[in-house]
C-alpha cells in the first residue's frame, strides 16, 4: 500500500523566514503535485513535478522531486502572511487513475 | 480560465436517503475523478473515470456508490443510502491526463443527520 507522510504537519514562523516541507512516499512514481487549500476551500494546484530532479519555482515557493529518495520538497522563502494556509502533496498511482495524498502541512505565517 | 464546476455546494440529508452530487468537468478533458475530505482529515480517492467505465475505485467506493457522466457534459456520484460518516467535502476532478495535473471543483459538502 502507498503511503505519503508529510512533515511537519504543523507549522507556525514568521514572516520573512525561510522554511521547508518534506513530502516522502513509499513506492515507485515519477509524479507528484502539490496543492494549497484555504479554509473551506477547493484545491488549488501549485507544482506538477514529473521527473526525478525536477524543480519548479513560483514566487517565493519552490518544490523539487527526488524519486530515488522518494521525497518530494515545498520550500518557502521569506514567508508572507499570505502563504498560510493548508499545503497538500499527492502522488500519482497507476497514472492518470488515483493521486495518494500526504496528510497535509498547516502553515500559519505570522505578521 | 476553465473550471471545473460542481453543484450543490452544500447538502444536508437525513441517513438513509439517496443523493446525487453534480460535476461539469472542463470541457476537453478526458479524465474525471471523485475524492472526498472528511473534515479536517486528508484527501481521500473514491474513484477515476475514462471513456465512459470507471478506471480505478477504492475500498470506500462500495456498492453504496455509483457515477455516470449522463450526458457529455455532467459527470455524478451517487450514494444510494447515505450513512453519517459520509459527511464530507466532496471533490470532482478532471483533467487531459496525470501529465498536465488535475483540477478540482470547489467542492460540495454533504452533511447526513
Known amino acids: 500500500e502507498l503511503k505519503v507522510e508529510q512533515n511537519p504537519l504543523f507549522l507556525s514562523m514568521q514572516e520573512g523566514k525561510n522554511y521547508t516541507i518534506y513530502c516522502n512516499y513509499s513506492?515507485?512514481?515519477?509524479?507528484l503535485y502539490w496543492y494549497r487549500q484555504d479554509p473551506g476551500k477547493s484545491l488549488e494546484s501549485l507544482f506538477v513535478?514529473?521527473?526525478n530532479g525536477a524543480v519548479k519555482q513560483e514566487g517565493r515557493l519552490m518544490a523539487s522531486l527526488d524519486t530515488k529518495a522518494r521525497l518530494s520538497t515545498l520550500h518557502i522563502t521569506a514567508a508572507v502572511h499570505d502563504l498560510s494556509a493548508t499545503y497538500f502533496c499527492?502522488?500519482?498511482?497507476?497514472?492518470?487513475?488515483?493521486?495518494?495524498w500526504g496528510a497535509g502541512t498547516k502553515l500559519i505565517i505570522k505578521p | 480560465e476553465p473550471e471545473v464546476t460542481q453543484t450543490p455546494s452544500h447538502q444536508v440529508t437525513q441517513m438513509g436517503q439517496e443523493v446525487i452530487l453534480r460535476c461539469v468537468p472542463i470541457?476537453?478533458?478526458?479524465?474525471f475523478y471523485w475524492y472526498r475530505q472528511i473534515l479536517g482529515q486528508k484527501v481521500e480517492f473514491l474513484v477515476s473515470?475514462?471513456?465512459?467505465?470507471?478506471?480505478?475505485k477504492s475500498e470506500i467506493f462500495d456498492d453504496q456508490f455509483s457515477v455516470e457522466r449522463p450526458d457529455g457534459s455532467n459527470f455524478t456520484l451517487k450514494i444510494r443510502s447515505t450513512k453519517l460518516e459520509d459527511s464530507a467535502m466532496y471533490f470532482c476532478?478532471?483533467?487531459?491526463?496525470?501529465?498536465?495535473?488535475?483540477?478540482f471543483g470547489s467542492g460540495t459538502r454533504l452533511t447526513v443527520v
Open positions: 499527492a502522488v500519482d498511482v497507476h497514472s492518470n487513475y488515483q493521486l495518494i
Open positions: 513506492t515507485t512514481s515519477d509524479r
Open positions: 513535478l514529473l521527473s
Open positions: 470541457s476537453n478533458h478526458l479524465y
Open positions: 473515470f475514462y471513456n465512459n467505465e470507471i478506471s480505478e
Open positions: 476532478a478532471s483533467n487531459l491526463g496525470s501529465i498536465y495535473g488535475y483540477t
